[in-house]
Protein backbone atom coordinates (compact mmCIF):
# COMPACT_ATOMS: atom_id res chain seq x y z
CA UNK A 1 0.00 0.00 0.00
CA UNK A 2 1.15 3.18 -0.88
CA UNK A 3 -0.19 6.35 1.85
CA UNK A 4 -1.56 9.53 -0.21
CA UNK A 5 -3.12 11.03 2.28
CA UNK A 6 -5.46 10.49 5.13
CA UNK A 7 -8.86 9.39 3.12
CA UNK A 8 -7.48 7.59 0.81
CA UNK A 9 -5.47 4.69 0.13
CA UNK A 10 -3.81 4.00 -3.39
CA UNK A 11 -2.65 0.96 -4.07
CA UNK A 12 0.25 -0.64 -6.32
CA UNK A 13 -2.32 -2.01 -8.59
CA UNK A 14 -3.73 1.08 -8.86
CA UNK A 15 -0.94 3.06 -10.10
CA UNK A 16 -0.57 0.29 -12.76
CA UNK A 17 -3.77 0.17 -13.93
CA UNK A 18 -4.13 4.20 -14.61
CA UNK A 19 -0.49 4.81 -16.27
CA UNK A 20 -1.53 5.73 -19.77
CA UNK A 21 0.73 6.94 -22.42
CA UNK A 22 -0.22 10.77 -22.50
CA UNK A 23 0.91 13.08 -24.81
CA UNK A 24 -0.45 16.02 -24.36
CA UNK A 25 1.06 18.10 -21.35
CA UNK A 26 0.53 21.31 -19.13
CA UNK A 27 3.44 23.81 -20.29
CA UNK A 28 5.25 25.46 -17.88
CA UNK A 29 5.43 23.21 -14.90
CA UNK A 30 8.20 22.44 -13.17
CA UNK A 31 8.54 19.26 -10.52
CA UNK A 32 9.97 20.22 -7.59
CA UNK A 33 13.64 18.96 -6.87
CA UNK A 34 12.83 16.92 -3.60
CA UNK A 35 10.09 15.19 -5.76
CA UNK A 36 11.64 14.90 -8.61
CA UNK A 37 14.66 13.56 -6.20
CA UNK A 38 11.99 10.81 -4.84
CA UNK A 39 11.07 9.42 -7.90
CA UNK A 40 14.86 9.24 -9.50
CA UNK A 41 15.45 7.04 -6.32
CA UNK A 42 12.89 4.95 -6.74
CA UNK A 43 13.47 4.46 -10.23
CA UNK A 44 16.71 3.73 -9.47
CA UNK A 45 15.86 1.21 -6.78
CA UNK A 46 15.36 -1.03 -9.89
CA UNK A 47 17.09 -4.17 -9.80
CA UNK A 48 19.93 -5.09 -12.38
CA UNK A 49 22.54 -7.84 -13.23
CA UNK A 50 25.09 -7.88 -10.74
CA UNK A 51 23.69 -4.77 -9.20
CA UNK A 52 25.79 -2.94 -12.19
CA UNK A 53 22.59 -0.65 -12.56
CA UNK A 54 23.50 -0.25 -16.31
CA UNK A 55 21.02 3.20 -16.70
CA UNK A 56 21.75 6.57 -16.96
CA UNK A 57 19.15 9.03 -16.90
CA UNK A 58 20.24 12.41 -19.43
CA UNK A 59 17.12 14.59 -18.05
CA UNK A 60 16.21 17.47 -20.38
CA UNK A 61 14.11 20.07 -18.41
CA UNK A 62 14.99 23.58 -19.86
CA UNK A 63 12.64 24.59 -22.57
CA UNK A 64 15.07 25.56 -25.00
CA UNK A 65 17.11 21.86 -24.78
CA UNK A 66 13.90 20.57 -25.06
CA UNK A 67 13.62 22.17 -28.03
CA UNK A 68 16.70 21.09 -29.49
CA UNK A 69 15.10 17.57 -28.75
CA UNK A 70 11.45 18.06 -30.40
CA UNK A 71 13.21 17.64 -33.98
CA UNK A 72 14.82 14.85 -33.34
CA UNK A 73 12.24 12.65 -31.55
CA UNK A 74 10.74 13.73 -35.14
CA UNK A 75 8.49 16.65 -33.53
CA UNK A 76 6.26 14.40 -30.81
CA UNK A 77 5.04 17.54 -28.85
CA UNK A 78 5.00 16.21 -25.81
CA UNK A 79 9.05 16.58 -26.18
CA UNK A 80 8.68 20.56 -25.33
CA UNK A 81 5.59 20.21 -23.51
CA UNK A 82 6.59 18.06 -20.68
CA UNK A 83 8.17 18.43 -17.63
CA UNK A 84 10.98 16.25 -17.92
CA UNK A 85 12.41 14.27 -20.82
CA UNK A 86 14.07 11.59 -19.68
CA UNK A 87 16.97 10.39 -22.37
CA UNK A 88 17.57 6.44 -20.41
CA UNK A 89 21.12 5.56 -21.65
CA UNK A 90 22.36 1.70 -21.28
CA UNK A 91 26.20 1.46 -20.27
CA UNK A 92 27.92 -0.68 -22.79
CA UNK A 93 30.69 -1.01 -20.15
CA UNK A 94 29.01 -1.67 -17.46
CA UNK A 95 31.91 -4.20 -15.90
CA UNK A 96 33.35 -0.62 -15.13
CA UNK A 97 30.75 0.05 -12.18
CA UNK A 98 31.88 -3.30 -10.94
CA UNK A 99 34.74 -2.32 -8.55
CA UNK A 100 32.41 0.59 -6.42
CA UNK A 101 29.67 -2.38 -6.53
CA UNK A 102 31.37 -4.73 -4.64
CA UNK A 103 34.12 -2.27 -2.89
CA UNK A 104 32.55 -3.66 0.88
CA UNK A 105 32.05 -7.17 -0.19
CA UNK A 106 34.81 -9.60 1.19
CA UNK A 107 38.09 -9.71 -1.04
CA UNK A 108 36.75 -13.14 -1.82
CA UNK A 109 33.51 -12.77 -2.86
CA UNK A 110 34.77 -9.18 -4.73
CA UNK A 111 37.28 -11.42 -6.82
CA UNK A 112 34.99 -14.00 -7.86
CA UNK A 113 32.19 -11.51 -8.77
CA UNK A 114 34.77 -9.24 -10.82
CA UNK A 115 35.92 -12.14 -12.47
CA UNK A 116 32.91 -13.31 -13.43
CA UNK A 117 31.43 -10.00 -14.68
CA UNK A 118 34.94 -8.84 -16.51
CA UNK A 119 35.02 -12.54 -18.02
CA UNK A 120 31.26 -11.97 -19.42
CA UNK A 121 31.55 -8.54 -20.89
CA UNK A 122 35.60 -9.59 -22.67
CA UNK A 123 35.06 -9.61 -26.41
CA UNK A 124 31.33 -9.35 -26.23
CA UNK A 125 29.51 -6.72 -27.55
CA UNK A 126 26.33 -8.58 -27.85
CA UNK A 127 25.93 -9.21 -24.68
CA UNK A 128 27.33 -5.89 -23.17
CA UNK A 129 24.55 -4.44 -25.50
CA UNK A 130 21.59 -6.76 -24.25
CA UNK A 131 22.45 -6.00 -21.14
CA UNK A 132 22.58 -2.36 -21.44
CA UNK A 133 19.35 -2.09 -23.09
CA UNK A 134 17.61 -5.00 -20.71
CA UNK A 135 19.13 -3.65 -17.41
CA UNK A 136 18.34 0.13 -18.30
CA UNK A 137 14.24 -0.62 -19.93
CA UNK A 138 13.54 -2.32 -15.61
CA UNK A 139 15.24 1.24 -14.28
CA UNK A 140 12.64 3.00 -16.83
CA UNK A 141 9.85 1.33 -15.92
CA UNK A 142 10.25 2.17 -12.28
CA UNK A 143 10.37 5.83 -13.76
CA UNK A 144 7.11 5.99 -15.23
CA UNK A 145 5.49 3.82 -12.27
CA UNK A 146 6.97 5.71 -9.52
CA UNK A 147 6.38 9.19 -11.13
CA UNK A 148 2.73 8.01 -11.66
CA UNK A 149 2.78 7.61 -8.04
CA UNK A 150 3.75 11.13 -7.42
CA UNK A 151 1.02 12.36 -9.49
CA UNK A 152 3.11 13.01 -12.81
CA UNK A 153 2.11 11.34 -16.06
CA UNK A 154 4.48 9.82 -18.74
CA UNK A 155 5.32 8.44 -22.44
CA UNK A 156 7.86 6.63 -23.32
CA UNK A 157 9.62 7.09 -26.73
CA UNK A 158 11.43 4.48 -29.79
CA UNK A 159 10.27 7.42 -32.09
CA UNK A 160 13.41 9.54 -32.45
CA UNK A 161 16.63 10.05 -34.84
CA UNK A 162 19.45 8.13 -32.56
CA UNK A 163 22.42 9.12 -34.32
CA UNK A 164 20.65 13.00 -33.83
CA UNK A 165 20.31 12.34 -30.45
CA UNK A 166 23.79 11.13 -29.95
CA UNK A 167 25.65 14.07 -31.55
CA UNK A 168 23.24 16.90 -30.17
CA UNK A 169 23.73 16.27 -26.59
CA UNK A 170 27.34 14.77 -27.05
CA UNK A 171 26.48 11.68 -25.83
CA UNK A 172 29.68 9.46 -25.45
CA UNK A 173 29.96 6.45 -27.19
CA UNK A 174 30.13 4.37 -23.87
CA UNK A 175 26.50 4.73 -23.76
CA UNK A 176 23.46 3.74 -26.23
CA UNK A 177 20.50 5.60 -26.18
CA UNK A 178 16.84 3.15 -24.94
CA UNK A 179 14.49 5.19 -24.99
CA UNK A 180 12.89 8.98 -24.02
CA UNK A 181 10.60 9.52 -21.84
CA UNK A 182 8.52 12.45 -21.22
CA UNK A 183 7.22 13.27 -17.82
CA UNK A 184 4.65 15.99 -16.71
CA UNK A 185 1.29 16.83 -15.68
CA UNK A 186 -1.09 15.44 -17.88
CA UNK A 187 -3.69 18.28 -19.65
CA UNK A 188 -5.67 15.75 -21.66
CA UNK A 189 -5.84 11.83 -20.43
CA UNK A 190 -3.68 9.04 -22.54
CA UNK A 191 -6.12 6.97 -24.91
CA UNK A 192 -7.22 3.78 -23.45
CA UNK A 193 -5.32 0.84 -24.93
CA UNK A 194 -6.43 -2.86 -25.46
CA UNK A 195 -4.03 -5.64 -24.52
CA UNK A 196 -3.90 -9.08 -26.76
CA UNK A 197 -6.05 -11.98 -25.02
CA UNK A 198 -4.10 -14.15 -22.81
CA UNK A 199 -3.81 -16.93 -23.83
CA UNK A 200 -1.98 -15.45 -26.98
CA UNK A 201 0.38 -13.71 -24.83
CA UNK A 202 1.10 -16.37 -21.90
CA UNK A 203 3.22 -20.11 -23.07
CA UNK A 204 2.11 -22.14 -20.40
CA UNK A 205 5.39 -24.84 -19.74
CA UNK A 206 6.59 -25.42 -23.14
CA UNK A 207 6.13 -24.57 -27.04
C1 LIG B 1 9.66 1.17 -26.33
C2 LIG B 1 8.44 2.03 -26.57
C3 LIG B 1 8.45 2.96 -27.59
C4 LIG B 1 7.35 3.80 -27.78
N1 LIG B 1 7.44 4.82 -28.69
C5 LIG B 1 6.47 5.76 -28.72
C6 LIG B 1 6.63 6.95 -29.49
O1 LIG B 1 7.66 7.17 -30.12
N2 LIG B 1 5.62 7.86 -29.50
C7 LIG B 1 4.48 7.68 -28.77
O2 LIG B 1 3.62 8.56 -28.82
N3 LIG B 1 4.29 6.58 -28.02
C8 LIG B 1 5.26 5.62 -27.96
N4 LIG B 1 5.13 4.52 -27.13
C9 LIG B 1 3.92 4.36 -26.33
C10 LIG B 1 3.06 3.20 -26.84
O3 LIG B 1 2.38 3.59 -28.00
C11 LIG B 1 2.09 2.79 -25.71
O4 LIG B 1 2.82 2.36 -24.59
C12 LIG B 1 1.13 1.67 -26.13
O5 LIG B 1 0.30 2.10 -27.18
C13 LIG B 1 0.26 1.20 -24.96
O6 LIG B 1 -0.46 2.28 -24.42
P1 LIG B 1 -0.32 2.71 -22.89
O7 LIG B 1 1.13 3.06 -22.64
O8 LIG B 1 -1.20 3.93 -22.75
O9 LIG B 1 -0.75 1.57 -22.05
C14 LIG B 1 6.20 3.65 -26.97
C15 LIG B 1 6.19 2.68 -25.96
C16 LIG B 1 7.30 1.90 -25.74
C17 LIG B 1 7.27 0.92 -24.60
New binding site residues.
Given amino acids: MISANHEQQITTEDIIRS???V?KYERGVTIPAAEWNEILELAFSAPSSWNLQHWRFLTIQEQANKDRLLPIAYN?QQVSDASINVVVLGDLQANLAAETVFENAAPEVREMMLGQINGAYANNSVFSRDEAIRNASLAAMQLMIAAKAKGYDS?????YNPKALIKEFNIPERYIPV?IISIGKAAAP?RA?ERLPMEHQVISESF
Avoid at 155 to 159: D, F, H, L, T
Fill in positions: RRSRQVSMGGMGT
